[in-house]
């Protein structure tokens, strides 16, 4: 009995962690360039329509992926509310979606926090880290730092163009 509890309480909480809106890798490099993937399923009974994180202090994003029926923006300013997200598409109830995104790394090492919402076809929407609730928690990356002798980039803009 007390195993069959046991194991009742991890798959449950298995369960709600792996239905909240997930950005990985856990884990990245400062001063990287870093593929990340936004996982998006649907919990509840209304499909998912909208999706937007906001980048934290640093991220420059480089590119956003194209799925069809999607249309995906990226918003850089205002600083420290710069975003980005997919609107135009549907994921139903107990499915899930992917996005990734191309992105600059902060130089320094940190923890970077994923605060997401994610809006449904009812008109309802959930937030995922600031302002949500406990169990909505935000996902993090951990910037470890460069590896030495690895190029440090320095000096760019979200468009790509240098600045002194």
Excluded: C
């Amino acid at each position: 009995m007390r195993l069959a509890v046991t194991l009742l309480l991890v798959l449950g909480s298995v369960a709600s962690v792996s239905a909240h809106v997930m950005v990985l890798p856990t884990a990245s490099r400062a001063g990287g360039v870093e593929r990340y993937t936004v996982i998006v399923p649907t919990e509840g009974k209304s499909a998912t329509v909208r999706l937007e994180v906001r980048l934290p202090m640093g991220v420059e994003v480089v590119a956003i992926e194209s799925k069809p029926g999607w249309q995906g923006a990226n918003r850089p300013f205002p600083v420290g509310a710069a975003t980005i997200g997919w609107t135009g598409g549907r994921i139903p109830p107990g499915e899930m979606m992917s996005f990734d995104f191309l992105a600059l790394n902060p130089t320094a090492p940190r923890a970077l926090t994923w605060n997401a919402t994610q809006w449904y076809e009812d008109g309802t929407s959930d937030r995922w880290g600031e302002g949500a609730p406990a169990d909505h928690h935000a996902s993090t990356t951990s910037l470890a730092p460069a590896q030495p002798g690895a190029p440090v980039r320095e000096g760019h803009t979200p468009g790509g163009a240098r600045h002194p």
